[in-house]
């Protein structure tokens, strides 16, 4: 039996985390999938990693990482995977935003590309039947934007690099030397993408439509963008 796990990075997200937690658990529940949910919490403010730890309480599946402070989300994913592989054993690894973007509706379509051969699958936006919710023209400017970008220059042919609801068979996370990853915040996104491409892996997209968060605020500063495109020229450069 395929045994999943979610990693869930979180920081302020108390008003969603909840109603996630309660939408993949049914998602299990209806399509017989069996295995866990990783929340890391980085210490959030709001007491996201309190509720998270209330919902692990009722619910033996949820299990919760805390750590000390706001470390990102490249290496909130790295805890999270390692989780999920040494201690779960799992089969499969999710990552998906607890802002309630990612819609756990589509966990089965991620699973039947995995059962095609895939070993990589992208929740995409860019492909036909994706799309984005609740954007105004400047975001979908500005990522569209960073997409072509990337996928042109790093040359792996995905249309949305900067998704953060993935599925990766775990064969992908023991082969990458996740700790030689450089970025920390969501240039890890497009860098691991350059590495799974690197080591020959195969990558899929799944079309998703992302819902933009009704609670709480974004934590995609300005200085995150920066960083995402020298990402792509130190990646490009060693390339
Ligand atoms: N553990 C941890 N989680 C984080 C950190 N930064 C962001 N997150 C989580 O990562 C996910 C993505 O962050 P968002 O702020 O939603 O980024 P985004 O989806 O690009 O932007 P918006 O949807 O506009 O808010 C969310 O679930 C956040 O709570 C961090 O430093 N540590
Ligand atoms: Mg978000």
Known sequence: M???????????????????????????????????????????????????????EKNHRI???????????????I?????????NHSDLIFSMDSDLSHDPKYLPDFINMHEKGFDVIVGSRY??????????????????????????????????????????????LEKLDLDSIKSNGYSFLEEILFFCKKEDFSISETPIIFVDRAHGKSKLSKKEMVKFFLTILRLKLKR
């Open 2 to 56: 395929l045994q999943i796990s979610i990693v869930i990075p979180t920081y302020n997200e108390k008003e969603n985390l909840p109603e996630l937690i309660e939408k993949i658990v049914n998602v299990f529940e209806k399509n017989n999938l069996h295995g866990n949910v990783i929340v890391v919490d980085d210490n959030s403010p709001d007491g996201t990693g309190h509720i998270a730890n209330q919902l692990a």
């Open 63 to 77: 299990q919760v990482i805390h750590r000390k402070g706001k470390l990102g989300i490249g290496t909130a994913h």
């Open 79 to 87: 805890v999270g995977f390692k989780h999920a592989i040494e201690v």
């Open 127 to 172: 492909v036909d039947g994706g799309g984005v919710v609740n954007w105004g023209l400047y975001r979908k400017a500005v990522s569209k934007g960073a997409n072509v970008l990337a996928s042109t220059l790093l040359g792996v042919k995905v249309h949305d690099m900067t998704t953060g609801y993935r599925c990766y068979d775990r064969r992908v």
